[in-house]
């Protein structure tokens, strides 16, 4: 079992940046390939960004390409989500989470299906 712990929300301005980051912890040989999903008040979950092993791909939803980046630190075992330019509808829990089977041929890592160790969130706040 893989334990995820995300830290970096809090309240910002419209336009502003933060970074989060996710530290993972326990049976973690061999677990590579991670998301960032976030969830706003009353809606879904949604797919934000996510990264392969070894970092080499990086997927991002529509609508914060460009804006956001997900990096991977292996020594740390610690996935960031660097957000700039961020808008009230950015506005959201923010989870990481890690692939099942990141060695699968196909890897639909927008699908939380795709995930089995999420952490707890992060709250992030823009406010306009």
């Known amino acids: 079992q893989v334990q995820l712990v995300e830290s970096g929300g809090g309240l910002v301005q419209a336009g502003g940046s933060l970074r989060l980051s996710c530290v993972a912890s326990?049976?973690?040989?061999?677990?590579?390939?991670m998301g960032w999903f976030r969830q706003a008040p009353g809606k879904e979950r949604e797919f934000v960004a996510a990264i392969s092993c070894n970092g080499g791909n990086t997927y991002y939803v529509d609508s914060v390409k460009g804006r956001f980046t997900i990096s991977v630190d292996t020594a740390k075992n610690t996935v960031y989500l660097q957000m700039s330019s961020l808008k009230s509808e950015d506005t959201a829990v923010y989870y990481c989470a890690v692939i099942k089977n990141p060695y699968s041929r196909t890897i639909h890592y927008s699908h939380p299906n795709e995930y089995d160790s999420w952490g707890q969130g992060t709250r992030v706040t823009v406010s306009s």
């Open positions: 326990g049976r973690t040989f061999n677990r590579c390939g």
